[in-house]
């Protein structure tokens, strides 16, 4: 108890109740840590782009960045991408902007302030002089400020109901479920910390990364045990059987018709990967960044080697069930670039047609 300096009660403390709040000034030495703030990751109003004008603005300030880039001969795959990164994210930044945080639904305004500052005057009084006057002017108070801050709170959720309604009728499911999922859920607190294997409690921002490495080195690095069958399979001689009339398919090259359509394929609303770049930016962006991105595309055909950014992907653990801070009890999920997609795409199309043609 010698931690202990001074206990005192506070009668100015608001607590809706007949006792007063009991304060203690306790002394303990804690470590002081600066708080490490974790980078964001930008993302674009691509919403914007549905709109015909803005969308026009947009393409046209691609082309111009792109022209601008295509000046620059002699330039290595890296530089390409590069290039035409930067056009992406300068055109989406100037013409649609970031995203605008989610609505939080708060209820709370200057009428339930009113009514609770009323309510504190009406307690000081009564702690000043307690009188039946005094006491029934406070209860009267509270009871007004408790019905003011409930009926806010319910209109809130009227206005809620009402989008969810509106989502429904316009036939926009995405945010018909999102909308829905919001309120089901209601408030979940953020958790920055998890636990170990021996299920001690890692609270350091720095801790907590490396026991997430740690994790997911261990589910995505285990050794395959690859039967026999598989492996004989995969030495097999592939061409072998392949029609000697018809060039093999690894030897022609992409063709623009191919690239532009996996790029109209993509799918939207997708999380993107380091580069910050969705599939939204390569489907609105005209005829010149498809251009380019097939002449990249055909280079690293050509030369077998692919931007070393395309080679990274995040790692977005999500919450499955169970406990939240065992890592064990979430899937995780990799972004990666959205212009590798349209390369990966490519790829899996011919091997297929190389299947097929077996």
């Given at each position: 108890?010698?931690?202990?300096?001074?206990?005192?009660?506070?009668r100015?403390?608001?607590?809706?109740?007949?006792?007063?709040?009991?304060?203690?000034?306790?002394?303990?030495?804690?470590?002081?840590?600066?708080?490490?703030?974790?980078?964001?990751?930008?993302?674009?109003?691509?919403?914007?782009?549905?709109?015909?004008?803005?969308?026009?603005?947009?393409?046209?300030?691609v082309?111009?960045?792109?022209?601008?880039?295509?000046?620059?001969t002699?330039?290595?795959?890296?530089?390409?991408?590069?290039?035409?990164?930067?056009?992406?994210?300068?055109?989406?930044?100037?013409?649609?902007?970031?995203?605008?945080?989610?609505?939080?639904?708060?209820?709370?305004?200057?009428?339930?302030?009113?009514?609770?500052?009323?309510?504190?005057?009406?307690?000081?009084?009564?702690?000043?002089?307690?009188?039946?006057?005094?006491?029934?002017?406070?209860?009267?108070k509270?009871?007004?400020?408790k019905?003011?801050?409930?009926?806010?709170?319910?209109?809130?959720?009227?206005?809620?109901?009402?989008?969810?309604?509106?989502?429904?009728?316009?036939?926009?499911?995405?945010?018909?479920?999102?909308?829905?999922?919001?309120?089901?859920?209601?408030?979940?607190?953020?958790?920055?910390?998890?636990?170990?294997?021996?299920?001690?409690?890692?609270?350091g921002?720095?801790d907590?990364?490396?026991?997430?490495?740690?994790?997911?080195?261990?589910?995505?690095?285990?050794?395959?045990?690859?039967?026999?069958?598989?492996?004989?399979y995969?030495?097999?001689?592939?061409?072998?059987?392949?029609?000697?009339?018809?060039?093999?398919?690894?030897?022609?090259p992409?063709?623009?018709?191919?690239?532009?359509e996996?790029?109209?394929?993509?799918?939207?609303?997708?999380?993107?990967?380091?580069?910050?770049?969705?599939?939204?930016?390569?489907?609105?962006?005209?005829?010149?960044?498809?251009?380019?991105?097939?002449?990249?595309?055909?280079?690293?055909?050509?030369?077998?080697?692919?931007?070393?950014?395309?080679s990274?992907?995040?790692?977005?653990?999500?919450?499955?069930?169970?406990?939240?801070?065992?890592c064990?009890?979430?899937?995780?999920?990799?972004?990666?670039?959205?212009?590798?997609?349209?390369?990966?795409?490519?790829?899996?199309?011919?091997?297929?047609?190389?299947?097929?043609?077996?």
């Amino acid at each position: 108890a010698t931690d202990i300096q001074d206990v005192r009660s506070f009668r100015g403390a608001m607590s809706d109740s007949d006792h007063y709040m009991v304060g203690i000034k306790y002394r303990q030495k804690l470590a002081q840590k600066p708080r490490e703030r974790a980078q964001k990751a930008k993302r674009f109003d691509t919403d914007k782009l549905k709109n015909e004008e803005i969308k026009e603005r947009y393409v046209q300030r691609v082309n111009e960045l792109i022209r601008n880039e295509n000046e620059q001969t002699g330039r290595s795959v890296e530089d390409r991408w590069e290039g035409i990164k930067t056009a992406l994210k300068t055109a989406a930044s100037e013409i649609l902007g970031d995203r605008l945080p989610p609505e939080r639904g708060d209820w709370y305004d200057e009428d339930c302030e009113r009514a609770l500052e009323e309510k504190n005057e009406a307690r000081r009084k009564m702690i000043q002089r307690d009188t039946r006057a005094t006491r029934g002017a406070y209860v009267e108070k509270r009871r007004r400020s408790k019905a003011v801050c409930r009926a806010k709170k319910r209109e809130r959720d009227k206005k809620q109901l009402e989008r969810v309604q509106d989502e429904f009728e316009r036939g926009n499911s995405r945010k018909f479920y999102k909308r829905i999922g919001i309120i089901k859920q209601g408030f979940s607190p953020k958790i920055d910390c998890c636990k170990d294997k021996e299920g001690g409690l890692l609270m350091g921002r720095s801790d907590v990364m490396e026991r997430w490495v740690e994790y997911f080195q261990e589910l995505l690095n285990q050794s395959l045990c690859i039967e026999e069958q598989s492996s004989n399979y995969l030495d097999m001689d592939l061409g072998s059987d392949m029609d000697p009339r018809q060039p093999a398919v690894e030897e022609v090259p992409p063709t623009r018709e191919e690239i532009i359509e996996i790029i109209k394929g993509l799918k939207n609303n997708k999380a993107p990967g380091v580069d910050d770049i969705p599939a939204e930016l390569l489907k609105s962006g005209g005829e010149e960044l498809w251009d380019a991105i097939y002449t990249l595309v055909l280079r690293i055909w050509k030369e077998e080697r692919m931007p070393e950014e395309w080679s990274t992907a995040a790692i977005c653990p999500i919450y499955k069930k169970g406990d939240k801070l065992l890592c064990s009890n979430h899937r995780g999920i990799a972004l990666v670039s959205v212009a590798y997609k349209v390369l990966s795409s490519f790829l899996n199309k011919r091997l297929t047609l190389y299947m097929e043609r077996k």
